[in-house]
């Protein structure tokens, strides 16, 4: 499961995607410029705009939720990293949270001091000349995710797939389409999959060597891997 985590101005964890709150909650102001009581009082809403029962959860109520059950990636990491370190230590969820930034410096150095034991991925454009170095430094660096736009893009190269293979190193693909002029992983996507094109879009992801599918359709691409007799892994 991946979410994102947004701070409040009083320092508390929600589950949100900072920047989102007039598309989902119809508030112009940002979670990081609230109180925590003034976040409690939104609700989101629906496609017509018009406000559901539902609240934006506590990091700690989903951590409380989710807790031995599913695999979670928290990413906006770098928004408030000392903070979300500490959440998941106080849950004992080390070994079931996988935390990504992006491909920075700044990051790693902060990974490396606040959180080295915590499963790490930094987010890798097209090209990746970060792995190398990520092994010899003191994080648990388990892979990447890799944005690639084309075919010929290194980090959707065979020789590439195959080098963080040898290093026991994990690759994220992500096949949700937010932009359907800027596609990720090549256009294999979600889209294409849903409407019976799954050999080309998450068949082809798999086929090609990722590990994990990012997707917005989860039960149907179960299913089709099921299908097609391949393994899924089970917490």
Request: charge should be negative; aromatic fraction near 10%; hydrophobic fraction near 40%.
């Amino acid at each position: 499961m991946e979410i994102d985590v947004a701070i409040s101005a009083d320092r508390n964890l929600f589950v949100f995607h900072p920047g989102m709150e007039f598309a989902h909650l119809r508030s112009s102001k940002s979670i990081k410029d609230m109180t925590s009581s003034e976040v409690s009082e939104l609700r989101f809403v629906n496609q017509d705009g018009v406000p559901t029962e539902h609240k934006v959860s506590l990091l700690d109520e989903v951590f409380d939720l989710f807790k031995g059950r599913c695999i979670i990636n928290v990413d906006k990491f770098w928004t408030a990293m000392p903070e979300i370190t500490a959440c998941i230590r106080r849950h004992g969820m080390e070994d079931q949270v996988i935390v990504k930034t992006s491909a920075d410096e700044k990051w790693f150095s902060m990974v490396e001091e606040i959180a080295p034991e915590l499963p790490y991925m930094p987010i890798i454009g097209k090209k990746d000349t970060f792995s190398e170095g990520l092994l010899k430094r003191k994080i648990n660096f388990i892979g990447a995710e890799v944005l690639f736009y084309t075919e010929s893009d290194e980090t959707c190269s065979e020789s590439y797939v195959s080098w963080m293979h040898d290093h026991d190193l994990l690759l994220w693909a992500n096949a949700i389409v937010y932009n359907s002029r800027v596609q990720l992983a090549a256009g294999h996507s979600d889209d294409i999959s849903i409407v019976g094109r799954q050999d080309e879009g998450w068949g082809w992801l798999v086929e090609k060597g990722y590990d994990i599918i990012q997707t917005d359709w989860m039960l149907p691409c179960r299913e089709y891997f099921k299908l097609r007799g391949m393994k899924v892994r089970e917490m």
